[in-house]
């Protein structure tokens, strides 16, 4: 007899996860499945599971494939049920290529082509509905989309778009997706949601037929370079019944929402003054940082960033901001700071493309400090630190990936009718972030390049 074994979580269950049992039921005499349970499933990064673990179970069973379900809950036991049930044969999606050849020691490991371009019909047991995600570019943001994807429980990916057809099906090609078009009409037939990853300057436009066309938008940051557009986007969403999300993923991270709720618990006393910071060497000549002297530089780079804390710890009602920065000849930033008054308090927001300095976030109140070490914007550990150091304590949470999977995690459970991210970035506060770029654009495009401190 020949034994074979595979895991999954099998949330809302559909075609996919049908055929995949399918082809490994094939292969042998007698399939076991291993289904996660939601505790595991969050600890190695699967997130946003909908249905519950006995519900997962039962759908898996009523394939007729599976010969025998178990529960996997722990790291290290699939090479203890291998042993176990004696398997001769572990299959899993190509989605895993190469992860699990560890197991080769054990048993045959077959990795089995994932079925492209299924729908999700045949979904089960619950009201929330798999979203079909569209990539609107094919830079590098949307390059991290695609693994980081994989973790977030109802949502697939249907596809790209590119008015350049060669990038798109060069990233198709390189990305394993079935669907690439230079046509955004033609896109928006494929999809219920888009992830506008593009320059800057594209996001208001692309951002606004997306929604026009009854999409929801996840938006990379900042979501506009002005005001006006931002509240317009915000308020079009709101009128259609859309969900609209600013992508800027510190303000979803597990450790970034812990760091602001110990903070607002009053840790360290009423808040002075916030410093943050994100520098950061390019050395490509070519990036539209670099060479775009409208919307480029480190600010419009970065700055979402270091704004990010001083609007959620501050407010976006500062009485005053004043810049300062080095240009390239260009006239773009190369190293910028940002200084806000609140009365009462003040923050500093610094970047750089080619100033490097050190990327932390130092929050300082009348009872103590904080202290988050660089790369603050993934928020791993920080310290509260007191007059007396002794008291001194550290925290360390979990960051997972390139991050990207918290913030698609909060969009599609918002759209099913669950938000849970509604708090960590606000309406308001994206809008706030979009004013500032706006009059840091118009300060630098006003100061001539001999008073920018040029810089090579």
Known sequence: M????????YDLFHEGHYRLLQRAKALGDYLIVGVTTESFDEARGKLNVVDSLMTRI???KKTGFADEVIVEDHVGQKVEDIQKYGVDIFVLGSDWTGKFDYLKDFCEVRYLERTKGVSSTMKRFSDNKIIRMGLIGSGRIARRFIPEAKYVSGMEFAGVFNPHIESARKFAEEMDCEFYTDSEEEFYEHVDAVDVCVPHQFHYQYTKNALVHGKHVLCEKPITLNKAEAEELFKIAEEKGLILMEALKTAYTP?????LSMIQSGVIGEIRDVESAFTRIMTEKNTRELTD???????????SYTLLP???LLGKDYKSVRFECFKAENGIDLYAKAYFNYGSSMATAKTGIKVKSDGHLLISGTR????????WWKT???EICYEDFNQNEKFFTKYLGDGLRYELSDFVSTINGHPKGGFKLTRAESIAIAEVMEKFLAWRSSTPIEEGKVIE
């Not at 020949?2 to 979580?9: A, D, L």
């Not at 103590?368 to 790369?375: H, N, R, S, T």
Request: charge should be neutral.
């Open 2 to 9: 020949v034994k074979v074994i595979t895991y999954g979580t």
């Open 58 to 60: 039962e759908n898996v």
């Open 255 to 259: 450790g970034f929402i812990r760091l």
């Open 293 to 303: 002297p409208i919307n480029g530089g480190s600010f419009t780079e970065f700055g």
């Open 310 to 312: 001083i609007i959620k």
């Open 368 to 375: 103590g400090y904080i202290f988050v070490p660089a790369p």
């Open 380 to 382: 791993t550990e920080f």
